[in-house]
């Protein structure tokens, strides 16, 4: 069960060259916390994208003149409300899980990097 990413619309994540883009750790990591989280059965992924939309209109309505997209604290928005809603986790565990994860160095998740048969240049993207 992979979800099925939007490659154009509302909730299409960033690409450049048809790549996703992360611009820090955090927000990769938070892409593959609700991939995987999908993957494991919590929620149906037409539900999240519907969350996401909903949390992007939001933010375009309700947005301050100099407030500056950013598509992967809606996304983070987004997953709470799904797992809240049914109540996979309570809102205050998905707040911890995700500073600590927002927290980690890049590479942390890795350990011993020769283990792993070469050099990785971008630890931080989902496997």
């Known amino acids: 069960m ?3 990413l939007d490659v154009d619309g509302p909730a299409a994540p960033p690409r450049s060259n ?6 820090e750790p955090w927000e990769s990591r938070a892409f593959g916390m609700a991939v995987g989280l999908h993957e494991a059965g919590a929620f149906a992924w037409p539900r999240f994208q519907a969350a996401l939309i909903a949390r992007i209109r939001a933010w375009e309505d309700g947005r301050a003149e100099d407030e ?40 942390h998740d890795h350990g011993d990097h020769g283990a792993h048969g070469g050099d990785h240049h971008d630890h931080d993207r989902p496997h």
């Open 68 to 107: 500056a997209w950013d598509y992967y604290r809606l996304w983070l928005a987004a997953l709470e409300d799904v797992l809240t809603e049914q109540d996979v986790v309570r809102a205050d565990e998905v707040t911890t899980r995700a500073r600590t994860l927002a927290g980690r160095p890049a590479g």
């Open 18 to 23: 048809g790549e996703l883009v992360f611009a």
């Open 2 to 4: 992979t979800a099925p």
